[in-house]
């Protein structure tokens, strides 16, 4: 009998250790998906993004005088954020003050693009932002968030 369950135990083991490629596969598909969507929404919308290394498109629509953040700065900012389809998933109804590395990574970059006083657009796709997983009941996953940003100050 202890043999038997130690060959189970062992057997377990070994099995949830083993790769599995159709994770990696899922994520690669779904990274071709966001971009096809990301560049689908700007063609509709008449926009042009910049995209960045990451894989982040942003929009600056107002450049601001201020300081530019960093990655771990802490900044005041109003925000909305979209689906793609225009349902609102998030907004803050006033000014909030976040530390920007506590936030998705594609919000954080993003903020490193603008200045105090600057007003921009982030198209995240999933690896950046909720990934596989989505967020609550809002944010399904791998999908493409969108976020509207102004920064009003960076602290």
Do not use: H
Not at 14 to 31: G, L, P, R, T, V
Not at 90 to 114: P, R
Not at 120 to 145: C, E, H, K, Q
């Amino acid at each position: 009998m202890k043999i038997w369950l130690s060959l189970i135990c062992a057997l377990t083991l070994f099995s949830s250790c083993s790769s599995d490629d159709s994770s990696s596969e899922s994520e690669a598909e779904a990274f071709v998906r966001n971009e096809a969507e990301i560049n689908a929404y700007l063609e509709a919308n008449d926009l042009t993004a910049t995209r960045s290394s990451t894989g982040l498109y942003y929009i600056i629509e107002t450049e601001g005088t201020g300081e530019s953040p960093e990655v771990n700065s802490t900044v005041k900012v109003t925000y909305t954020g979209y689906l793609l389809n225009g349902n609102i998933f998030d907004q803050s109804n006033s000014e909030v003050e976040f530390n920007a590395g506590k936030l998705i990574s594609g919000f954080s970059e993003g903020l490193t693009y603008m200045k105090e006083g600057g007003q921009a657009l982030f198209l995240i796709p999933a690896r950046l932002a909720y990934g596989a997983s989505g967020a609550g009941g809002s944010i399904p996953g791998n999908t493409v968030i969108l976020f509207e940003v102004n920064l009003i100050e960076v602290l």
